[in-house]
């Protein structure tokens, strides 16, 4: 049985030809490339890649299929999505149901049996831009006029289109420790697991939410979570990051909250060519001189005074108006500002993604850290109490 | 963490011999490590007993021991070298036992040496296997697995029948039964079905000399894994590769089918085995390097078992390495030696670092190379014993693509689905029924079983697991053949498709026979445009830009083939490792590689084999990942040849086809007939050597003679050869290497019986009959031949044993030990007669019989033989470099005047005290069973059957031929006793050495017939009934089998299939004692001076460089 045939034009206008996958229609976003060779069904309900069509490097996409327990929000996120093979059956003992058929039922166009590794070398090259995929419209050149008349993500406000509605509650594992009250800018369901595992509530709030709605909940301590667009946009939660800081609440942040918490002390966000996406990026732990491999998803990432030209001396601390902060993590392959952890205000952020689904589990750690920051501020409150 | 200033001196131990199990890979990652090591400013010390290894040439360590790697004389090359530290993981378990052995006998402190990429206690903790099992679940608690006992399989002791019963419910059937305390697992098994576990429990039961017994769950049919991991010295650990098996636990994965990334898992599993892999290899605490673990996963609800570990570099790293770009044994080397993974680059990229997991944009398909029609008798059934001889990987950017590619890269007769009929009247039934036994080419059987009509269900329980993923695959695969099969016309789009899901014009011009064959396919694809592009392996998914060109082809839309305007050379490789084409080809490849190179030539290697050192991306300029088939060679030269005219430059000026062995030789006349420029000796010429009545033209035309000989293509032509020139004959298809089908035939029924076997006789295929020449001293000659016809004899090699055993599996020694001046004259003279009247233009291979002082041609063979390697260690000389500057125009004078050649004399002409190198060869009798268990036998015949050698090289022949057989096969014994029973036609031959061993103070134990020749020649000894004559007392073969021999010396009586049978229970016994047996005459007498020359016990070492600088000194 053969598909539709199918185009995806890049704003620039180079074509690729391909076949109709999930969903049939047309389809715009930002194009950027993952390299994962597991976990497409965590990318795909990732609410970070809201507006981008995300393209896999791994030729074969769909063959375990779709499950129950691996989404990490309540849908697919993703614009559309560009593969080379798609599995014509899913096989894995926790499958309930094909890929395909998961796309086409949300509504996820998508395009099949593309170059990728041309589509991918491409945007390497040239860097991230928008793209479109019809398989409605075999027309190259109208598919290109409508791809440069779609919204750029350098100024894109995202955060109330992923964000939850109402507040909803993560019930601590075991015995209660904390209790954290998590900003959703399009967090991940295994964020407020992976905390749960460790004895915390997460109260998870929208985006919408001021730093007086997150303490009413008797948080401990605020998180900032991942999530799509600009971070030039966020000044909603940059405001409330600094409140934060200000009170010396503990306060974590992963990804798109990394970046609040960066403008938050003053530095500025800037766009990478084609950012990182893929579970297979070194990071160094400045503090411990450790590798960790690690799970990204960001094209944005903070600039840090002198420290963004791979020049980062490893005990160099920035003087901010919340006092000294180092940059604690760095990606290997290209210096990329990875972590940030303020030492006189109890504060620090990744930028990659140490809760992983998809990805290794090497920075799981800095769940126990966050914990910890909690633990030794709750302590020394009590002490300052008596 | 940078490097160790401490380290000046590293010693390194190379794996030894080819032996299925322990490959070439070895090979690549032992050159790797004394490359990088030598890099770093280190002086590498080598030992290494296998002469045909890249990492043996003088130039990759400063000194290179081709010497037994026991641990007697590594300890003399380590007073000798006095290392700083010994670095064991590179070479195989061979080299880590070795380490092990060195380190329990104090050695190691003795010479105060470091054991540096691995420790002791870790490398204990990953063979134990209880210890392991300990450790497993102690990870396992770690990482807080819920259940870590449940991480290695389920087992229960029990004493009775009522317990067996209980734990088998428990646990579910089938379950592993294992006796306790039972010699050699006598008893074991598996229980399918309860009458399976009553008898087979109860009879462990009875057997156990402690009514006990293991009732053990079975992960028979799960999903198999392997995880390649690294870590350094700071604790940081990287996954480089995941490995699937397409056949399910079961299968040895050296025997299975595997797939690079693994295809069938989620994350949350992927990342499962991940956690605990690298918890795994801490609490084992592997020091650094790398190291591979091995998982089952139950498919029904993902548990995980993990199976077992290797601390150190393994043959799946080999694999790994080749399949991601990242090299793990250059990074082992590393590591040991200080760095830490973030300190080293990544190859691929130069910009990033190697402390990162490679991310693959294509998949990868590894399919193994058996042997079995090597070994009648052997048991075919795959098993969690390792029978496989080689294997062939490909890279596609899908999975069927890989697959297909890797089918045909075997170099079998099927080159892929549909290529061969299929079995008459076979049905969907009994399809299904072969799945259930594990057999080479199951996944033809799987192809079949869905195209008569079985569905993915009926095959995955049938093949008692295969992934439904994989088995769908297949599937797409049946399906498009229907559409191939039934479209009107094969348009642009379905050719298209095809291609994209690997299908070879071969395949399709089988689907499509009005096509005109592969020709017509190819023809019509070309027409529509359809031709692969290149894509690269860069460790990264295209994330970061490559700078190694490591190609391979597929149907996409944009290539990354650079453009070059240097002159490029294209070497073609020999596939997968066989017996009768393995690493010695792979060796003369490389040559050309570094001698191109060196003057100017941009090097293109094409193979498939990733074993090698060729497929290493750093050997030559351009590499190309491809089968060796017509199609995809002469994509590769076309998208070569065509970027490099585009830019200007010459493109490909020259192919080479005959240092491969006969896989690109048999190319050789399609490419040139396409146009391609094929180096060195023409097709033509190929032919005149290759084809008999051709052949003995050049001979008759030059006077040389031959032994009388016809060809035949029915039994009545064959007898009627036979009558002519009498028996014995010796009888063999043409083009043919390794002696396949090769035989001495005594008599008529043995005759007739052999073309009754031989099923491909035809016209064009006939059968040669030869005289046989008994008792003859066979030659082997490596010659080399420029276009001005001036030859320059690379080697003389008389064999040990005599003619009528395959080269390839007969001991030599070089220079000849015996033969007269007049004799080497002789050889000289035909050997150039031969050269210039077939046509040669680089190497050039002869064997002759010395039968009466009559010299006789045998065969020759215009590439480069499998002796080129030993010859030019044992010469100073590097052959395969001189044929390949030969082949692009240069001539014997101007590689001499260079420096390349001596200026005068050659290997002819060597200097009376030159040292003797032997030859050994190595067999792998022990590895196969028949499928009553027994052991096969090891009787040397015309058939090729060594999967190996090793060289022994000392300034006189005992010691040489002493260290030969201490490298091949453990030392010869210098006490105990000695078993003997020869032919009668051998027992005039056979006193000599006998009595000597008697002075020597053996024990001789002897047959009857036998016993009675040796007591009238006053040689004491004790007889022993043969296993079938009647009598009290033990006999041999039980002597044999409970271990009281040391050495067994037995030839066979009579001729043809009884002389097979004759001694076979002995030698079967000795195969299985794993004693060495020796069944030629002269092989006895070797035996003897090898074995006084140990008892002498003043053997020494010497390194390659200084034996070089000696043989140089007199040139």
């Known amino acids: 049985m053969r598909r539709r045939p199918a185009i995806l034009v890049l704003e620039d206008g180079r074509t690729f030809h391909g076949e109709a996958y999930g969903s049939v229609g047309e389809t715009f976003g930002e194009a950027v490339f ?56 899913g096989s894995n003992w926790r499958a309930t149901g094909g890929l395909e058929d998961r796309l086409a039922a949300e509504g996820v166009v998508g395009i099949g049996g593309v170059d990728t590794r041309a589509l991918t070398r491409h945007l390497r090259e040239r860097g991230a831009m928008r793209v479109g995929i019809s398989s409605v419209d075999d027309d190259p050149r109208a598919l290109l006029a409508r791809v440069r008349q779609a919204p750029q993500m350098v100024g894109a406000d995202l955060s109330a289109e992923v964000t939850t509605a109402q507040p909803y509650v993560v019930e601590a594992e075991g015995a209660h420790r904390f209790t954290v009250a998590a900003l959703d800018l399009g967090i991940k369901r295994n964020v407020p697991r992976r905390l749960a595992a460790r004895g915390v509530t997460t109260h998870v709030l929208p985006a919408s939410s001021g730093i007086d709605d997150l303490l009413a909940t008797g948080a401990d301590a605020v998180f900032l979570s991942p999530g799509p667009g600009d971070p ?155 | 963490m940078p490097k160790r200033t401490d380290l000046k001196h590293i010693l390194v131990i190379g794996s030894g011999p080819i032996v299925i199990g322990q490959a070439c890979e070895f090979d690549y990652s032992g050159t790797q490590a004394c490359r990088v090591l030598r890099s770093e400013g280190i002086r590498v010390s080598l030992v290494n007993s296998n002469p045909a290894t890249i990492m043996t040439d003088p130039e990759f360590a400063d000194a290179t021991y081709v010497e037994p790697i026991t641990p007697e004389f590594v300890e003399l090359v380590i007073a000798r070298e006095r290392p700083d530290a010994l670095l064991p993981t590179l070479g195989g378990q061979t080299a880590l036992n070795t380490a092990v052995a060195l380190h329990s006998a104090g050695v190691l402190d003795k010479y105060g040496v470091e054991l540096i990429g691995a420790n002791i206690d870790a490398i204990n903790r990953g063979e134990d296997r209880q210890l392991f099992k300990d450790i497993v679940a102690k990870a396992g608690a770690r990482i807080g697995v819920a259940d870590p006992t449940g991480l290695v399989p389920r087992s229960r002791v029990c004493h009775s029948m009522a317990e067996v019963e209980a734990t088998a419910a428990e646990l579910g059937l089938p379950v592993v039964i294992r006796p306790s305390f039972t010699m050699g697992g006598l008893g074991s098994g598996m229980a399918h079905t309860d009458a399976d576990l009553a008898r087979i429990a109860g009879a462990g039961l009875a057997a156990s000399p402690v009514h006990e017994v293991l009732i053990e769950e079975s992960v028979l049919g799960w999903k198999e894994y392997e995880l390649e991991l690294m870590r350094d010295r700071h604790d940081n650990v990287v996954v480089v590769c995941s490995i699937e098996n397409v056949d399910p636990m079961g299968v040895h994965t050296g025997d299975s089918v595997t797939v690079a990334p693994a295809m069938t898992l989620t994350d949350r599993e992927y990342q499962r085995l991940r956690d605990l892999g690298i918890a795994v290899l801490r609490e084992v605490g592997v020091d650094t390097g790398g190291c591979n673990i091995q998982f089952a996963v139950n498919p029904a609800d993902g548990r995980i078992v993990v199976i077992e570990m290797n601390p150190r570099v393994s043959r799946s790293s080999a694999l790994a390495s080749k399949a991601t770009g990242f090299p793990i044994a250059k990074i082992a080397a590393k590591l040991a030696i200080g760095y830490t993974l973030d300190e080293i680059p990544n190859d691929i990229t130069l910009k990033t670092p190697a402390a990162f997991e490679p991310t693959l944009d294509y998949v990868v398909v590894k399919i193994p190379r058996f042997a079995f029609e090597k070994f009648p008798g052997a048991d075919p059934e795959l098993t969690t014993t390792m029978k496989s001889v080689g294997e062939a990987m490909s890279l596609g950017r899908n999975f069927t693509e890989a697959l297909n590619k890797a089918m045909r890269s075997m170099e079998t007769k099927a080159a892929g689905f549909w290529t061969q009929p299929d079995p008459r009247g076979a049905t969907k039934e009994d399809t299904l029924a072969a799945l259930g036994v594990p057999h080479d080419g199951r996944l033809y059987t799987v192809e079949r079983a869905l195209r008569l009509g079985a569905s993915i269900a009926e095959v995955a329980e049938a093949s008692g697991g295969m992934d439904p993923w994989f088995l769908d695959q297949i599937a797409a695969l049946v399906e498009l053949r229907a559409e191939i099969v039934d479209a009107p016309v094969l348009d642009a789009d379905l050719l298209r498709r095809a291609k994209r899901a690997g299908l070879s014009d071969r395949q399709l011009a089988a689907l499509r026979p009005e096509l005109a064959a592969e020709d017509g396919v190819r023809t019509l694809r070309h027409r529509l445009g359809v031709r692969p592009v290149y894509k690269t392996v860069d460790t990264c998914a295209a994330e970061f830009e490559a700078t190694t060109p490591y190609h391979y082809s597929t149907y996409d ?41 060196a003057v100017g030539y941009e090097t293109v290697m094409v193979n498939c084999n990733p074993e090698t050192v060729s497929t290493d991306y750093d050997t030559a300029d351009r590499l190309y990942f491809e089968p060796l088939t017509f199609e995809d060679v002469l994509e590769v030269w076309y998208a070569e040849d065509s970027s490099g005219k585009a830019a200007g430059g010459p493109g490909v000026v020259g192919v080479i086809v005959q240092l491969g062995g006969q896989t690109p030789l048999g190319l050789a006349r399609r490419l040139k007939n396409a146009g391609v420029p094929v180096v060195g000796t023409s097709p033509e010429s190929i032919h005149l050597a290759e084809e008999r009545g051709a052949f003995g033209s050049v001979l008759a035309r030059a006077g040389l003679r031959a032994p009388a000989h016809g060809m035949a293509t029915s039994y009545e032509e064959a007898k009627a050869i036979a009558e002519e020139i009498g028996y014995p004959v010796l009888v063999r298809p043409s083009y043919v290497l390794g002696g396949r089908g090769m035989e001495i035939v005594y008599d008529d029924p043995t005759l007739r019986d052999y073309i009754g076997r031989a099923t491909d006789i035809s016209p064009d295929h006939p059968v040669l009959v030869d005289r046989f020449l008994d008792d003859a001293i066979e030659i082997d000659v490596d010659a080399l031949c420029d276009a001005d016809g001036e030859v320059y004899l690379g080697g003389v090699m008389e064999h040990i044993e005599e003619a009528g055993i395959h080269s390839g599996d007969s001991s030599c020694a070089l220079p000849p030990i015996t033969l007269a001046g007049s004799h080497l004259a002789q050889v000289r003279r035909y050997t150039e007669a031969i050269a210039r009247g077939v046509g040669v233009r680089g190497l050039l291979n002869v064997q002759y019989a010395l039968k009466d002082d009559v010299l006789y041609v045998l065969e020759a063979n215009p590439r480069a033989s499998r002796t080129v390697p030993f010859v030019s260690k ?72 060594s999967t190996g050698e090793v060289m022994g090289i000392d300034t006189n022949f005992g010691h040489a031929f002493a260290k030969s057989q201490s490298a091949a096969y453990g030392s010869l014994p210098t006490a105990g006793k000695i078993f003997v029973s020869v032919a009668n036609r051998d027992k005039r031959g056979m006193i000599f050495p006998i009595k000597r061993l008697a002075d020597l103070g053996f024990e001789i134990v002897a047959t009857t017939g036998t016993a009675e020749v040796l007591r009238r020649h006053g040689i004491a000894c004790e007889q022993i009934r043969k296993h079938y004559e009647s009598g009290a007392g033990e006999d041999a073969v039980s002597m044999i089998l409970g271990g009281d021999v040391a050495l067994v010396v037995n030839t066979p009586q009579g001729s043809g299939a009884s002389a097979r049978s004759d001694g076979y229970e002995i030698r079967s016994a000795a195969v299985t004692a794993d004693i060495p047996c020796v069944t030629t005459v002269p092989g006895a007498a070797a035996a003897v001076m090898g074995i006084e020359a140990r008892i002498r016990g003043d053997m020494r070492v010497r390194p390659l460089q200084d034996l070089h600088a000696t043989l140089r000194a007199t040139r």
């Open chain 2, 557 to 597: 839309q944009e290539t990354e083939v650079a453009p070059s305007d240097r002159p490029k050379v294209l070497i073609l490789g020999s596939g997968p490792n066989r017996i009768g084409q393995g690493i010695e080809f792979d060796y003369s490849c490389v040559h050309a590689v570094m001698a191109l190179r």
């Open chain 1, 34 to 89: 993952n390299t994962g060779m597991t976990g497409y069904q965590e990318t795909l309900t990732d609410p970070s890649y809201h507006r981008q069509v995300v393209v896999q490097t791994a030729p074969h996409i769909g063959n375990t299929g779709v499950n129950g327990e691996d989404d990490e929000s309540g849908r697919i996120w993703v614009a559309g999505y560009v593969v080379r093979d798609p599995a014509r059956i």
């Open chain 2, 874 to 945: 044992a010469t100073a000389v590097p052959l395969a470099k001189a044929a390949a500057r030969i082949a692009l125009g240069a001539t014997i004078a101007e590689l001499r005047a260079e420096g390349l050649l001596p200026p005068t004399g050659d290997g002819g002409t060597m200097p009376a005290d030159a040292p003797i190198a032997v030859k050994e060869a190595v067999l792998p009798f022990k590895r196969f069973r028949t499928p009553s268990g027994k052991g096969i036998d090891s009787l040397l015949g015309p058939e090729m059957k």
């Open chain 1, 232 to 386: 030039a946009t966020a000044d909603g939660p940059v405001g409330l990051a600094r409140e934060a800081l200000r009170r010396r609440i503990p306060l974590f942040g992963i990804c798109f909250g990394s970046q609040i918490l960066g403008r938050a002390l003053g530095f500025g966000t800037y766009k990478l060519g084609y950012g990182h996406r893929g579970i297979n990026q070194p990071v160094l732990d400045r503090v411990t001189g450790k590798v960790e491999v690690t799970s990204h998803n960001h094209g944005f990432a903070v600039r840090v005074p002198g420290a963004d030209q791979g020049a980062v001396v490893p005990d160099q601390v920035i003087e901010t108006e919340f006092g000294g902060v180092q940059v604690s993590h760095v990606c290997l392959n290209d210096n990329v500002v990875e972590g940030l952890r303020a030492k006189d205000v109890p504060a620090f952020t990744v930028q990659y993604h140490p809760e992983a689904a998809a990805g290794p589990h090497d920075a799981d750690y800095l769940f126990d850290r966050f914990a910890e920051l909690i633990e030794g501020r709750t302590h020394s409150e009590g002490r300052t109490n008596a």
